[in-house]
């Protein structure tokens, strides 16, 4: 297996299990309607019904909120998983770095790609300033 693999694997693997892990974000704005449904909605609190025999009473938001929610959230686990690769990315360039004194062209690879990913960093966090003046509800859902 070669080592883009692993880090595909690696990178998707932690992408999945915070995405199960993290809690659903529940302050959405707006008001909330009553619904009537057979199975129970993972997040909106449902009850057993007092209407419908073997159903639930589960409490969603009503109109967009609930789909800006979920966008945001999603925004927020891609920016933390490439935030968290990409320290990764630098830590094992940096051991690479450190560990070819004697190599010259490995040396200014793993300096290379040391660089690339700094500015793949500054890239995305003015991806989330820019993410934050326009769509503000994005980081306070």
């Keep these: ?14 992408l999945l299990c915070s995405m199960f892990l993290t809690p659903v974000n529940t302050y959405a704005e707006g008001p909330t309607v009553q ?18 025999p073997k ?4 409490t969603i938001w009503s ?10 959230n999603l925004i927020k ?4 998983i490439t ?5 990764l990315y630098i830590v094992i360039n940096g051991i690479l770095y450190s560990m070819s004194w004697l190599d010259a062209g490995a040396k200014d690879s793993a300096k290379k790609r040391i660089i690339q990913t700094l500015l793949w960093l500054v890239l995305l966090f003015l991806a989330g300033t820019i993410l934050n003046a326009v769509a503000p509800w994005i980081y306070t859902a």
């Design 63 to 72: 109109g967009f909120s609930s789909v800006m929610v979920v966008i945001g």
């Design 55 to 58: 159903g639930y009473t589960c």
């Design 83 to 87: 935030a968290l690769a990409a320290v």
């Design 35 to 52: 619904v009537e449904v057979m199975e129970k909605i993972p997040g909106a609190g449902c009850v057993d019904s007092k209407v419908t």
């Design 1 to 14: 297996m070669s080592r883009s693999s692993l880090i595909f694997i690696t990178l998707i693997s932690c």
């Design 77 to 80: 686990y891609f920016t933390y």
